[in-house]
């Protein structure tokens, strides 16, 4: 079985019915990310394994060490990458996650930017009120202006990024968020 398998079983296991606040399944959340990745031309089996696994160590009681021996390095710092501690304060977490996200691998950049599109899609969809998605939609902004620079850079590797841009921006500029490239 491929490491993106594997990691998409393990993923169902351990998210089992748990939902985001939106409603969304966690392993639903997880697949349209993967299939984002996918539409970018993103075919490492490791990325894509990190993709399925990118919430688990803030919404399963799994841990680093677990996701690394399980799935290597590679795959367990991707998806560190992508962690928000919620041991450390709100107001330090924040700062602490952008700095993490400028910091971060390229291809814990592109999962990210995956996840944020697959997140605002899953908003528009839901039945939270106009203020929670748009506290969400400025939040995910937040963290996409942080890589925006990156995310420029991203794009002339995989140019279907400004696609994913554009929808995010649609999205954003509905809940009366600034755009971010473009």
């Not at 990458?81 to 592109?110: G, H, N, T």
């Not at 925006?148 to 921006?169: C, F, K, Q, T, V």
């Amino acid at each position: 079985m491929k490491i993106s398998e594997t990691a998409e079983v393990y993923a169902r296991e351990r998210y089992g019915q748990v939902t985001r606040p939106d409603g969304t399944p966690h392993v639903e959340h997880a697949r349209g990310v993967v299939t984002r990745l996918k539409g970018l031309g993103i075919s490492d089996e490791e990325i894509i394994a990190a993709a399925w696994l990118h919430g688990i160590l803030s919404h399963t009681s799994t841990s680093f060490d677990e996701l690394d021996s399980r799935f290597g390095s590679r795959v367990s710092v991707l998806v560190l990458a992508l962690f928000s501690d919620p041991k450390i304060p709100r107001d330090q977490r924040d700062r602490q996650y952008v700095r993490q996200l400028r910091e971060s691998p390229d291809e814990a950049k592109l999962i990210k930017i995956c996840d944020i599109s697959t997140s605002l899609k899953e908003l528009k969809g839901s039945s939270l009120s106009r203020t929670k998605k748009a506290r969400q939609a400025r939040k995910e902004m937040h963290y996409l202006a942080a890589m925006s620079r990156e995310i420029s850079d991203l794009s002339m590797h995989y140019p279907a990024i400004l696609n994913i841009m554009d929808g995010i921006n649609e999205y954003a500029s509905e809940h009366g968020q600034r755009r971010v490239l473009g």
